[in-house]
DNA sequence: GTGAAAGCGCTAACAT
DNA sequence: ATGTTAGCGCTTTCAC
């Protein structure tokens, strides 16, 4: 059976393929094609539940409805929940998203905007980026095609941007843990570290410690390499044991890093740092389940999604593309 | 700058735009274009980092080398963890992947099919579906759009599956809870009811109980509804407070349920009930940073996804599609 | 108010 | 071994 198209729906009800095209699309009243008309069609076409062909109308039109979105890791909770949130909020205006992983690696960030953009069309893009140098989305192949940046801001790249307050929230944390009492706080932060997030977020801890008066030594900065997350703590926490310097609070980055620190807290061989306070910044379902009292900063993840919506329809729609920053706040969680 | 074209590179090369693109499509020697003429054309469309414009290709062909994925919820771990591994799979083929998310909805499930075959052209289709009755599937306007039915299997629906083993996987489980000593072991099922994954486990878990010599009254069921999860564990909590009838063990069907029960257990009000000893379907992070030790089902996740796309791959490729049905198993892990 | 016809960029059947 | 040409199904300009 093939499939029905403009002209079959055109022999049967007697008027031509741009008439009914021209309903199809909202615009009988700009032509001035009469309410009974339009009624007519309208009826024909959910009767005989016909749907335009989307590649002869992307191809006629340039435009694929189709919105890509880059994260480094769609497994990841956080990112995943994103992607839910926007892919609902797109539908709403028609599109459709598109969702890829980076795993942090850079080249392919690269290869997935030149895929989205070059090969797959799409209208516009939503990327977390993990690129350290704004000068790849600053080539002149990119400058049409509507981008909005989430998360994480690229250094120097003056763009569209919808992210957190990471040093806002880092400083609230780490000062929430000064105030619990907290003489020594590690902070476990993450490679690639030029990410903006990490640096904000390591920046509000620095800071924090620096205007409680804390000289240098309290500052206790540890890299975990993203693919290499629990051996990288472990290998810190042997290293604690070791040189029997042993912190009593330890900032986790990210939720992916405290998991790990909860993880190995749990194992005989550490036992001696099982009592070590932890904070994480992002908080997940994990952390109400656990005895340990996790103090996290909770991110506004539905926001996000959102306002990241909002702005690219409104880039994609208006054409205007004066770069914007919107920043979010976090909520800090007690236990 | 307007995008490049078959014809530019045509002109730039001076061989027809024919040549180019049987070059371009790996038909080269199909045709018998010289190897030499072959090389200068891939060089040109390197360097020149031309694309296909892929509304016009598929426009053409009819094909949008595009997979649709419809899972209950994306931003659930174990669909995400198979969402990912998909599309990695799906990418070595030159495929692209969309997923969406039914909520458990029977009726968004029937518009996402319809939506993706009609609207988005996919060239096939990956589902765990939520619906209940074979009808819709059988609908001719879907006979022959590429199908691949995961994680769940359609009542009475003669398809291509790649699931686990559901039952088996729970019999083991409940097995092993009572030789651990379990006499009165509730189970916490889902609703929707009728999944084939519940119903299996469920199934499972009675013949378990039943081969045991368990008379009637060991078999305790109770219904959480998808979307008041929480809630609902918590009203059977307080009615086994109320009962006074509480089981030593519960089996949570799936990790949503198993992880609501583990935040109630820790509850003031209801520790009565925090030494129930807990197993669940499916294998999650937080068992293994809890101390409460959760037995589990682990899901071969990667080998679902990658089984997946073999499959569909096989069936878009050959256009056969003689109904299939793979099984993987399970394996039970105790802490 | 409505319709005819051109053309979006590509592929494949048919020429040569 | 390479080129000509006819559409794929839609939108939109222009004509009536």
Redesign the pocket.
Known sequence: M??????DISKQL?????????V??G?GNQ????KK?QATVMDAIAKLN????K???S????KSYFIGLIVSDVSNVFYSRIAKCIERMLSEHGYNLMVCSTDENEEREKLLVEMMVNKQGVDGLIIASTIKNASFYCHPRLSDVPMLFIDRVVPNLKANYVVIDNYGGSLELVNHLMKDGCKKIACFALTPSHLSTIEDRLNGYQIAIAKAGGDKEKVVIKEIAFDHVEEDVEMYFNEFLQTKSIPDAIFALNNTIAVAILKAQKKKEFSKLANIKIACFDDVEIFNLIDKKVISVSQPVDEIGKAAVDRIMEIITTKEDSKSNLILSTRLIER
């Open positions: 093939r499939r029905l198209q403009l002209e007697g008027y031509s393929k741009t008439l009914i095209s021209m199809l699309n615009k032509y001035g094609i009469s008309t016909y749907a335009p062909n590649f002869a109308k191809l006629r039109t340039g």
